[in-house]
């Protein structure tokens, strides 16, 4: 029989004041191994699984089976149900810890689990130590008092996170609204139990997503031994930070045994590598847990700034705590030195970094993958760079997913890229007592100790959709008619206390430098949430309502931080999911990886097809080919449209972040950079609509409004023109000028009457073309259309190519709209794509990607609106 052994007996336990020396760390990332749990029902139905194998550590259980060929990858095919079982099913974990006398030698052992996912129970020789209930948390327990030199066992029972909570939902008259329902009939509809648990929401599927709920050590797991007093924790405050000083606090968690003196050294290296004078305190500690607060003043500070404002120069501050003797321990932070504050009042929302206004350009980041531990600081790092060549400033890491790895912030840092940190909640209702509110507020001081300092995060958000869902959703007002008005009053005072004191505070004590906002969308608690007048928005009436996608132009929201369209991904990218020969959008394995609408979503992209675009030709995978690219237009035109709207409708609109940047698996989705990391037709559009300057051409009624982005902080001299021109490439008129850009800002240029660019051509055989013109030269154009492109008479385009090594340059005798090198399922991009040529223009793009070129050559397909050649 296990016994449980409190905490503060084993803290107790044989621990006597020592000298403090340097903490010795052992990994226990190996050697783990996993079974079902013996007494769990699906022991029977998988006995090979019932016997211990090994399991990767940081990793789940459903990450070995897939890797093990002991399930079929979920990712491949229509394999996504074969691995639910093992969500539904007990697990144990066993790992063999070997110590040493050294090891022993030491006042204090702790063993630390950086991840626990999520209901498990820890006991070391035969006693339990522990009991988790949160994934988003790390979990320190002493446990010297159980370890002997040699061999020791170390075991982890899992409980399955849905049948560890059904009993107690299933109970309920009203359980509590979550996210979207499972496909596999393991909850019954409206049932859900992801609502009370502090778990990755995204493991129980979206509408991007598969349904993996996950079982495992998914970060790593250590044996700590320490002496005398540790530093538990570290974050450095920004206090001020000007040009001429910045005053900062380091402030230092230290774990004491005894009651003592001791120094605390404050070293500070400047980004050339100069080393500040050192900074020196002395204290004194008491048993238990220290706060210890330093100032630190840096005379004239390199500040920190977004990419396209300025550098991005990082300190590192460096603390030492060292007894009498001189020993001691460290722990360092990496600094950047910047302001931020939040553009309120009348509505607005919007960001100042060192006072100055910001407009962030960028998108949605959702988790890399299913299974995180697979995910490497590469891939992160990647990405992120990805980003930044589009032109993007901010990266939104949303709520229903996990916090990311270090690696992923520090990245950012580097880059200049702003990260909009949301704590992890995905939309669902959260439970409402007190014990549900202590874990997250735990989970909160955990992750803001570990991040709080980074120059990148610019703002901390309670969640994704939480509160606009209370306020919005048609199944949160039946729920709150169905529990009636006490009920719905304690639902949702509990969750003010979450996110407007518990959050806010937390962000407050770690990270005051920071600004917190309690949800996405909110208004700060101000008047109605997801509204044009204020606050940030969500605005899917296109897509997700089926409405036009010109409806993205009747507005300007005072900061857009969710709106989207779907498209295929590459189709290299589909051959590795479906096989080379898919050729129907509504067979059974391309509705397996579209999750919107339960499978559904091919239609809606049918339905804008049929809306805006031609139909797609061939026949058999030809055709699906086709289909793909038309959705990929689709979806760069509709965001291209959104973005450059939001962009001329500064300094009303602040902000434009487009769902969704990445995939977490290979899936038909907002995307537009795909799982296997292939950029979609979306991401090289990105490039052109977040360009530092561009024209933003709107025609509306009989006029074209063209306004003039710039990005610059200081103004520009330019030109601009708006040329029409019939489909033979005639001229039919022009109207221009010359124009002073405004700093950081936007200046309307013109609204010019169609009479003037189109004379009396008809909408459907006549195009305009804008373009902005720096120093003479052309740094944007866009195409500007009174029709959609389906009643437009594009001619042939008369496209020819020329190859010169891994180079091909691509030649357009008339118009050509939206060219798309494809390449079919072969692994290779162009360095460029989905551009237009006028008439007689000529591109040279670069091929990357490992065929060799004469497989390039003949698998080239180039894909226009007027079609494939």
Known sequence: MRRLVTLAALALAGVAPAALAAPESQSLDTGWQARIAPDDGAAKAH???????????????????????????????????AIQWAGLAGWDMRRTLNVTPAMLAHGHLDLVFDGIDTFAT?????????????????????????????????????????????????????????????????????????AYIRKPKYQYGW?????????????????????????????????????????????????????APLTVELAVTAPDGTALPPVTRSVSVDPGSNTITVPLTIAAPQRWWPVGMGAQPLYQVSARIIDGAGQGQAAQRTVGLRTVELIRGNGAFGFKINGVPVFAKGANLIPFDSF???????????????????????????????YLDDAFYAAADRMGLMIWQDFMFGGAVPPPDPAYRASVAAEADDQLT????????????????????????????????????????????????????????????????????????????????????????HFWDVWSGSKPVENYLDSCPRFMSEYGFQAMPVMATIAGFAGPNVSDPQSAVMKAHQKFLAGEGNSRLQFYLDARLRAPQGSGPARLADFDYLTQVNQMQAIDMAARHHRACAPVTMGSLYWQLNDVWPAISWSSIDYAGRWKLLHYAARRFFAPQTVVAEHKGAATRVALVSDAQTPLAAHWRLTGRAMDGTTLGTAQGDVQLAANGVTQAAEVPDATVFGS????????????????QPVARQIVERAVPKAMAYPDPGLSLAWHGRQVTVSARNLARAVMLDFGTLDAAADDNG?????????????TGPAPVAALRRALVLRTLAGSH
Do not use: C
Not at 49 to 78: K, M, N, S, Y
Not at 126 to 133: M, Q, R, Y
Not at 388 to 400: D, L, P, Q
Not at 835 to 841: A, N
């Open 47 to 81: 006995p090979r699984e019932a016997q211990w194998f090994g399991v990767p550590v940081p990793g789940t259980v459903q990450q070995a089976l897939v890797e093990q060929h002991r399930v079929p990858d979920p990712f491949i095919g229509t394999n996504e149900g």
């Open 122 to 194: 820890v006991s070391v020789n035969g006693h339990d130590v522990l009991t988790a209930d949160n994934a988003h948390r790390t979990w320190r327990v002493p446990v010297r008092a159980l370890l002997h030199a040699g061999a020791n066992e170390i075991l982890v029972r899992f409980a399955s996170p849905i049948r560890a909570l059904q009993p107690m939902v299933l109970k309920q008259a009203h359980p509590l609204p979550a996210e979207y329902d499972s496909a596999f009939g393991d909850e019954p509809k409206g049932v859900q139990t992801s």
């Open 207 to 259: 509408d991007w997503g598969p349904r993996i709920v996950n079982i495992g050590l998914w970060h790593g797991v250590r044996l700590e031994g320490w002496d005398g007093a540790r530093i538990g924790a570290m974050d450095v405050q920004q206090d001020a930070v000007g040009s001429a000083q910045a005053r900062l606090t380091a402030r230092l968690a230290v774990e004491a045994d005894a009651t």
């Open 372 to 402: 995180p531990s697979r995910v490497t600081a590469a891939t992160m790092e990647h990405m992120l760079a990805d980003a930044k060549a589009a032109n993007m400033n901010m990266i939104r890491v949303w709520g229903g997913g996990t």
């Open 450 to 537: 570990r991040l709080g300092s980074h120059p990148s995060i610019v703002v901390w958000t309670g969640g994704n959709e939480v509160l606009s869902g209370w306020a919005n959703w048609s199944d949160r007002k039946d729920f709150k008619k169905a529990v009636g008005p006490d009920e719905q009053e304690r639902i949702a005072t509990a969750m003010t206390v979450l996110f407007d004191r518990v959050l806010r505070d937390a962000v407050a004590a770690h990270s005051p430098q920071t600004p917190y906002w309690p949800g996405s969308p909110s208004t700060d608690y101000e008047g109605p949430v997801d509204t044009d007048a204020a606050g940030d928005r």
């Open 761 to 776: 051509a008809a909408p459907g055989a006549a195009y305009a073309v804008a373009e902005l013109l720096v120093a003479g």
């Open 835 to 847: 551009f237009d040529l006028l008439p007689g223009e000529s591109r040279t793009l670069t091929i």
